[in-house]
């Protein structure tokens, strides 16, 4: 069974750009979930999918960020315009049910210079 | 809001040493997870406790709860290089938000 995988592994942009980061989840994985973890400091969560539907997008730092999931496959995760403050680690987690374990991907790596 | 704490930040040590990684948290819990991470890969799950004084162990590794104290941690059994990574712990909070601690940089000297 493939794991959860991100695209791409890493990104460098400028301030004021936008990225794309994409996740595809393990299949039959309703439930998906975004996490970042920014200057070595602990991952937080940003937003949790049931299927195509977000659930909890409490953690959202900002509506610089939008997430998508485009019939509750994969998810896309869009920063525009990219700050400074944005660089980090953006993780995909996903799992059967809520109450199951999260899998989670490799991350993403975001450089925004 | 619940809040976890995970100390050190950072541990090397000699290859046969024990230690321990601790992780403590703020508000009741009904699962903690240990998670390795070597760079550029995924977090992978470690051990998963659900109780009380629950107690797992695998390999060079065991991971210990209790719910009174708030309290698990990550002990370390005569360590090996390959060890070497860094660990999380995670806290459930609800039923899917993961709450986790800073994350230990564990380095393994030879």
């Known amino acids: 069974e493939a794991g959860v995988t991100q695209f791409p592994s890493h990104s460098v942009i400028e301030k004021g750009q936008t990225v794309t980061l994409r996740c595809d989840p393990i299949s039959g994985h309703d439930n998906l979930y975004w996490y970042r973890r920014v200057m070595g400091k602990e991952i937080k969560f940003l937003l949790h999918f049931v299927k195509e539907s977000k659930q909890d997008e409490s953690g959202m730092p900002n509506n610089r960020f939008l997430a998508e999931r485009t019939g509750g496959t994969y998810s896309t995760l869009k920063v525009q315009p990219a700050e400074l403050e944005d660089s980090g680690v953006y993780f995909c987690?996903?799992?059967?049910?809520?109450?199951?374990?999260?899998?989670f991907g490799p991350g993403t790596r975001l450089t925004v210079t | 809001e619940l809040k976890v704490e995970q100390n050190p930040l950072f541990l090397s040590m000699q290859e046969g040493k024990n230690y321990t990684i601790y992780c403590n948290y703020s508000t009741t819990s009904d699962r903690l997870y240990w998670y390795r991470q070597d760079p550029g890969k995924s977090l992978e799950s470690l051990f998963v406790?659900?109780?009380?004084?629950a107690v797992k162990q695998e390999g060079r590794l065991m991971a210990s709860l209790d719910t009174k104290a708030r309290l698990s941690t990550l002990h370390i059994t005569a360590a090996v290089h390959d060890l070497s990574a860094t660990y999380f712990c995670a806290v459930e909070e609800g039923t899917y938000k993961y709450i986790f601690g800073t994350g230990t940089r564990l380095k393994v000297l030879a």
């Open positions: 406790l659900l109780s009380n004084g």
């Open positions: 987690a996903s799992s059967r049910d809520r109450v199951d374990e999260q899998y």
